[in-house]
T-cell receptor, first 114, second 113 residues
Framework: DTEVTQTPKHLVMGMTNKKSLKCEQH?????MYWYKQKAKKPPELMFV???????INESVPSRFSPECPNSSLLNLHLHALQPEDSALYLC?????????????FGPGTRLTVT | QQQVKQSPQSLIVQKGGIPIINCAYE??????FPWYQQFPGKGPALLIA?????SEKKEGRFTISFNKSAKQFSLHIMDSQPGDSATYFC????????????FGQGTRLTINP
């Protein structure tokens, strides 16, 4: 099973709201990722957690706050977002095995900021 | 040097034809090259991947050709079907504590019936 699940599928929020995106995987992967994808563009890396510790932050604004409560869960807390933050937010997980790093993506959360 | 250049941007092929999508990279530290397929409103799905010690890899109708000296790799889709119509992304990565994928800009492929 190579499934990464994300909730909610769609989210509409105002610029003063606080909301959270949730991601879950049960493949035993020890690395988890958040990406942002705008229309007709490739996914853009935001954060990487490795063994539940934040290992990469791609200079993401502080209105995005990641959290990794355990090895299967990844959250993205959202606060005071801007309309330009509207995008598809993708979670992914991966495991390095003998030089292969298969990274699997979830279906994404479509976020609209009004 | 971290870029992956992908071409063409869009491609239209008749059913049964062989679309070819090309990618080029500069960083010789990259050691893993996956291709992803993405349908509208869905997350990217891992299609096939290759490491630089192999020149070709086939999985079903999908083939990656890899030219290490030219720092180029390509995806071929044999006997293409309308259901293959999607956006395809090539990527390159290396592992340094965590995997960081560098994506190409994507190719929007349309297979006409």
């Amino acid at each position: 099973d190579t499934e990464v699940t994300q909730t909610p599928k769609h989210l509409v929020m105002g610029m003063t709201n606080k909301k959270s995106l949730k991601c879950e995987q049960h493949m035993g992967h020890r690395a988890m990722y958040w990406y942002k994808q705008k229309a007709k563009k490739p996914p853009e890396l935001m954060f990487v957690y490795s063994y539940e510790k934040l290992s990469i932050n791609e200079s993401v604004p502080s209105r995005f706050s990641p959290e990794c409560p355990n090895s299967s869960l990844l959250n993205l807390h959202l606060h005071a977002l801007q309309p330009e933050d509207s995008a598809l937010y993708l979670c992914a997980s991966s495991q390095e095995l003998a030089g292969w790093y298969e990274q699997y993506f979830g279906p994404g959360t479509r976020l609209t900021v009004t | 040097q971290q870029q992956v250049k992908q071409s063409p941007q869009s491609l239209i092929v008749q059913k049964g034809g062989i679309p070819i999508i090309n990618c080029a990279y500069e960083n010789t530290a990259f050691d893993y090259f996956p291709w992803y397929q993405q349908f509208p409103g869905k997350g990217p799905a891992l299609l096939i991947a290759i490491r630089p010690d192999v020149s070709e890899k086939k999985e079903g109708r999908f083939t990656i050709s890899f030219n290490k000296s030219a720092k180029q790799f390509s995806l071929h889709i044999m006997d293409s079907q309308p259901g293959d119509s999607a956006t395809y992304f090539c990527a390159a990565s290396m592992f340094a504590g965590a995997q960081k994928l560098v994506f190409g800009q994507g190719t929007r492929l349309t297979i006409n019936p």
